[in-house]
């Protein structure tokens, strides 16, 4: 079996990223070395807010860390099964947008059945 093909290279155990560009896959490849301790980080600050959760920038207000690091965290943990989306959304402070708010599992809102 091909190195390419353990569990460990494969997304989200390994940074992705999108088309053929080189500047991405090279960016999945410097953060390689960095990839589970960022995750932690992010899953253990999503998993300290409870239910009221968090937002992508939130995190980086939280951690002081760059949103380029973090972000896309969520999205690795999100494949992984760790967080999920609340359903809610709050307004980033920078671009006045709003963002999915990131609850850790054990936090996932009840799903609906549909009109009552």
């Given at each position: 079996m091909s190195d390419s093909s353990a569990p460990s290279l494969i997304?989200?155990?390994?940074?992705?990223?999108?088309?053929?560009a080189e500047t991405g896959r090279q960016a999945a490849e410097a953060i390689?070395?960095?990839?589970?301790?960022?995750q932690r980080l992010v899953q253990d600050a999503v998993q300290a807010?409870?239910?009221r959760g968090l937002t992508p920038e939130e995190a980086c207000d939280v951690l002081g860390m760059e949103r380029v690091s973090l972000q896309p965290r969520f999205s690795e943990l999100k494949a992984k099964g760790l967080v999920v989306d609340s359903g809610k959304r709050r307004l980033n402070r920078s671009s006045s947008k709003h963002a999915v708010v990131w609850?850790?599992?054990e936090y996932a809102p009840a799903p609906h059945d549909g009109p009552a």
């Open positions: 997304y989200p155990h390994s940074a992705g990223f999108k088309g053929s390689a070395p960095q990839l589970g301790r960022l807010r409870g239910s609850v850790a599992k």
